[in-house]
C-alpha cells in the first residue's frame, strides 16, 4: 500500500499561482509513477500531469502544458505541481495519484483549487 498526503490548495485570483505538494509513504520502493488528476463540479476525473520515478519521464495534458510544471524530490518521495498563469477552469479538486509496479493506483484525499475571475 502507498499512502498520498495532499497540501497547497486554495483560493487564488486569475493569473495567480500556486503549488500542490504530495508526499508518499508505505511502500514507496514499488512506486512507478506520480502524478495529479482533477475534477471539476459536475465533470469527469481528467489527467493533469505525471512523472516516471526512474526516469524523470513528464507528460502533461494540453489544458496545462506551458503553465503548469510538475516535479519531485527523491529523497522526500514528493511531488510537486506549480501551476502559474491560473485560470478559472483549473477550478477544481487535484487529486495526487499513484501507479506501483503491479499497476495499483493510489489516490490521495484531494485538494481544492478555486481561482476567481
Known amino acids: 500500500q502507498v499512502q498520498l498526503v495532499e497540501s497547497g490548495g486554495g483560493l487564488v485570483q486569475a493569473g495567480g499561482s500556486l503549488r500542490l505538494s504530495c508526499a508518499a509513504s508505505g511502500r514507496t520502493f514499488s512506486t512507478v509513477n506520480m502524478g495529479w488528476f482533477r475534477q471539476a463540479p459536475g465533470k469527469e476525473r481528467e489527467f493533469v500531469a505525471s512523472?516516471?520515478?526512474?526516469?524523470?519521464?513528464?507528460t502533461y495534458a494540453d489544458s496545462v502544458k506551458g503553465r503548469f510544471t510538475i516535479s519531485r524530490d527523491n529523497a522526500k518521495y514528493t511531488v510537486y505541481l506549480q501551476m502559474n498563469s491560473l485560470k478559472p477552469e483549473d477550478t477544481a479538486v487535484y487529486y495526487c495519484?499513484?501507479?506501483?509496479?503491479?499497476?495499483?493506483?493510489?489516490w490521495g484525499q484531494g485538494t481544492q483549487v478555486t481561482v476567481s475571475s
Open positions: 495519484a499513484a501507479a506501483d509496479v503491479k499497476a495499483n493506483r493510489y
Open positions: 512523472i516516471v520515478w526512474s526516469s524523470g519521464s513528464i
